[in-house]
């Protein structure tokens, strides 16, 4: 590649709030260094989640079937208290992030569930085996796996099964990508729109945003060569990788639900990104696409009190919004 130039400048509040973080998260590690991310990425924080906001929500836990001989999946279930059980109500599937090699069903789980108050829906967040211990297809298998039992048993957890949205951040919104993939070429149970909140598409990781935003911000070239790699092995990057690993990969996108992708304009999924949205247009299908001037991966997670994360958070209730009153 010629020379890559300076990177896009953060957002000023987004800027101060990452030089607050910076010692807690490396931008980049290695496969050798996944076990103690793994013991630094605050999992006692989401076990003090309040997963019901305050009773707004009733939280459950459910074991259900995983794929076809492999072990059992969880579920984590939140329906709103106030429901009336007549009323079926949307269901938002969520699929965390963490790159691959990160996370559980709680990891996250906070925007879907403030979206499901605003708008009174189920949200349903499933718990996928984790690479390199377990590399594709079990992520997404289980993801599929998670979604099959949701559609069929959404009446008994209050849903509508023909309601369901899919959604996920980062890795998460990678795997739901490839989960829509997977449903179009399956014929799997119809879901009516994908929320994906900067994706991790692209196994190949040679972009001019990967290569700018490289030893910067959050999830740099090097934690993107490392996820891949624990997904793929040496697959990473070659010629033989499916579309339902890497959905960048994909060559058809024609037929799928309609797709809400966000990205930040300074983190390294930036031009995957705007590819993959690009594609689906010309591909006749219906996305909506935001680009956020200054973001760092992740920053309304991070820093959800500026001014950008609030836009970014507004934004995708409202095509939420939109979606479920059509």
Known sequence: MPEVPPPPPFDPELAAALELIKDQISPGFTLEEIPAVREGAG?????????TLGGAFVAEDRTVPGPAGAPEISLLICRPTAADPAVPLPVIYHVHGGGMVLGDNRAGVDAPLAWARELGAVVVSVEYRLAPEHPYPAPVDDVYAGLLWTAAH????????????????????????????????????????QLLMCPMLDDRNDTVSSHQMAGIGIWDRTANETGWTALLGERRG???VSPYAAPARATDLSGLPPAFLDVGSAETFRDEVVDYASRIWRSGGTAELHVWPGGFHGFDGFAPQAGLSQAARAAQLDWLRRLLAE
């Open 154 to 193: 959404a009446k008994e957890i209050g849903g509508d099964p023909d309601r369901i949205v899919i959604a996920g951040a980062s890795a998460g919104g990678g795997l739901t990508a490839a989960l829509a993939l997977l449903l179009r070429d399956r014929q799997g149970p119809p879901v009516i729109g």
């Open 43 to 51: 999992i006692e924080l989401l076990a003090q989640l309040d997963l």
């Open 238 to 240: 070659g010629p033989d």
